[in-house]
């Protein structure tokens, strides 16, 4: 009997455990893939029912997700400059792709003549980086004001 139930919490704490959850996602991502690429609904169904399964069941947990994820939470994973490295490689990241976003925008709004057929990509384009722009301001907004 005892055997039975150590089984079964095996198999509780892999659902428990953040490895699980990564295999989970994974495996919705290939579903994903996969359905784009055979063309089948049914299989999208199926992934996006997965992925907002997993939302709720992630949503429940959320006060415990940075203990699924990291584990031991006396390790120290990264310091101060890690931190600032990351801050200042996504900044610039996010600087460069609005500049190259709008700079292909241009290209394409001045061949408006040559290939009107891309208009709309030039204001789909322009839309973007006027989107990132702005949730860029309201998160620097935002996180001024928190810390």
């Known amino acids: 009997m005892s055997k039975k139930s150590g089984i079964i919490l095996k198999i509780l704490s892999i659902f428990e455990s953040g490895l699980f959850i990564k295999i989970l996602s994974a495996f919705v991502t290939g579903l994903w893939i ?49 931190q600032l490295i990351n801050e200042k490689a996504s900044t610039m990241t996010l600087g460069i792709l609005i500049s190259v976003i709008i700079w292909v925008a241009i290209v394409i709004m001045a ?17 973007v980086a006027i989107f990132c722009f702005i949730l860029y301001f309201s998160s620097r907004i935002y996180y001024a004001h928190k810390f």
């Open 34 to 82: 996969a359905g784009a690429i055979l063309e089948n609904i049914h299989v999208i169904i199926l992934a996006l029912a997965i992925t907002v399964a997993l939302i709720i069941v992630l949503y429940i947990h959320r006060d415990n997700l940075e203990e699924i994820f990291q584990g031991d939470t006396s390790v120290i994973v990264e310091d101060e400059r890690t």
């Open 111 to 127: 061949l408006r003549t040559s290939y009107p057929q891309y208009l709309s990509i030039g204001y789909t384009l322009f839309a």
